[in-house]
């Protein structure tokens, strides 16, 4: 028990920010919500906090491997190749790092009401949009999904493009409303970090 007791609330905050990091950006959330179904059919309600507080006092744990943050972790996994110069492992990993967009200083971002909880990711946003209002995926700047909406940034012009294409159409069982952000009325470029479940493109 001392070596629970010896966890420092600032190392269990670190320790939540990278696996909260790690969450949003997570590649395959079907999956997570596959295990967050299994997690609610297996572990009663009242006990669910507890049992998030356990998984992540062993995470914290000085004797767990996982100490390290998620995503240094995983790189840690990845066996290098023989006979390379550490000069040509920088030059595989810089040419491997997604480019991030540039997002002009006119884009605005939509909100529109879909999102995770019914079944709408980030593909099916590009599509919709693609497909009813005429906007390619290179148009579109960055997603952010929650799970009962969303939020698409493109711009100014594509904004009312997409409001006049999708307002009131029905998707997957939902009337879809999409409007100009509240969030985001600043004029000039989109300050927001990718957040929760974003989506660079």
Known sequence: MQN?????????????????????????????????????????????????????????????????PVREYREAKKPQQQNTTPQQVKEEKSEKKPQQRVIPQDA?????????????????LVSLFANEAGISKDEIYLIRLHDKYSFVTVSEANCAKAIEALQGKSYKNRTIQINISNKEKAAGAVTSEPDANSAAL
């Open 108 to 124: 605005k971002t939509l909100y529109i009401n879909l999102g995770k909880i019914g079944h709408v990711y980030a593909r099916d």
């Open 4 to 68: 629970d007791i010896s966890i420092k609330e600032d190392e269990l905050r670190e320790r939540i920010q990278s696996l909260v990091s790690a969450v949003r950006a997570d590649n395959n959330p079907e999956e997570l919500e596959r295990i967050k179904k299994i997690i609610k059919k297996n572990v009663p309600f009242t006990l669910r906090g507890y049992f998030s507080a356990y998984l992540l006092r062993l995470l914290a744990s000085p004797s767990s491997r996982a100490k390290a």
